[in-house]
Nanobody, 127 residues
């Protein structure tokens, strides 16, 4: 059974930083693209960042480019999201997800391409 467990969320002031982690188990982690998504109250879940199997390819939403960095440690089955220069509009529940395709090559931005999801971690940025 695949499990994804996020951690690292919390309350931070605008301009601050947080580092989210997602620990994966139940499948060969290094074969799969991993992604981060977020959902704010009253809004649809949206793409934030994705990383391919090796970490050599990444994609970011325009709203977080230059501020967020996705990375992974395949030896520890963990994917990270370093969030800097946080803004109040970054407030949301953040979810990590695993791509359904085990080719692992292209870090897809499409929510429908991901088949396993974590429970989410709350990030709140105060102004």
């Amino acid at each position: 059974q695949v499990q994804l467990v996020e951690s690292g969320g919390g309350l931070v002031q605008a301009g601050g930083s947080l580092r989210l982690s997602c620990a994966a188990s139940g499948r060969t982690f290094s074969r799969y693209v991993m992604g981060w998504f977020r959902q704010a109250p009253g809004k649809e879940r949206e793409f934030v960042a994705a990383i391919n199997w090796s970490g050599g390819r990444t994609n970011y939403a325009d709203s977080v480019k230059g501020r967020f960095t996705i990375s992974r440690d395949n030896a520890k089955n963990t994917v990270f999201l370093q969030m800097d220069s946080l803004k109040p509009e970054d407030t949301a529940v953040y979810y990590c997800a695993s791509d359904a395709d085990d080719s692992g090559w292209w870090p897809t931005t499409l929510l429908s391409e991901y088949d396993y999801w974590g429970q989410g971690t709350q990030v709140t940025v105060s102004s």
